[in-house]
């Protein structure tokens, strides 16, 4: 989750854990709509394989910031073995935007001829980031806070309870008022579009 239930409840000035199942099953679904917003996945995870099509100079992977790149690999058909990795010396990584561009002219050419193992993403909210690794910013914190408690605040209107939305028997998706200021933080952290 991007953001706490306690930080949630502090911003709707709550207290006792009367809503806490309500407001974990909207924080959750609100991260996976921010995430949805921005294109890309924004919480942190190891090992992430990604395919994407060869013959472009850049990648653009879908997790970032980029932790770590285990290996690139190369193979216009697709098995990918220990021969197809690409020396680190032969593409330079943008990690805070997720790019990863070739050094030395464009990627090898073929339909999802190049697969990306790596880690990334932001470390949930709650949990202290190790070395290498990015909290999730205040700004989008804020904007799934501000979301969740818009929701909140309106959960008779929308017929929320804790079981309909864990449940999915209610979808958040057409209930979600994109605020001015969760549009801006939207806008600064959606994936750029090659």
Request: hydrophobic share 45%; with cysteine; glycine share 8%.
């Amino acid at each position: 989750m991007l953001e706490t239930v306690a930080n949630i409840k502090t911003q709707l000035s709550i207290a006792g854990d009367k809503h806490d199942a309500l407001l974990t099953a909207l924080s959750r679904g609100v991260s996976t709509w921010l995430a949805n917003e921005c294109d890309r996945t924004l919480e942190r995870a190891a090992d992430i394989v990604e395919r994407h099509h060869g013959g472009a100079v850049v990648l653009s992977l879908k997790t970032y910031p980029v932790e770590s790149v285990t290996d690139i690999r190369q193979d216009v058909e697709g098995v990918f073995g220990a021969d197809t990795i690409l020396d680190s010396d032969q593409y330079v990584l943008r990690s805070d935007a997720g790019l990863v561009y070739a050094r030395y002219g464009p990627f090898l050419s073929g339909v999802m001829a190049i697969r990306v193992k790596y880690t990334g993403g932001y470390v949930a909210a709650g949990t202290a980031p190790s070395a290498g690794q990015t909290a999730v910013p205040d700004d989008l914190k804020m904007a799934c806070r501000l979301t969740v408690a818009d929701l909140f605040q309106r959960r008779d209107e929308l017929s929320l309870t804790a079981q309909s939305v864990a449940g999915s028997s209610v979808s958040i998706q057409g209930a979600i008022k994109m605020l001015p200021l969760v549009k801006a933080v939207v806008a600064k952290y959606r994936r750029m579009a090659l």
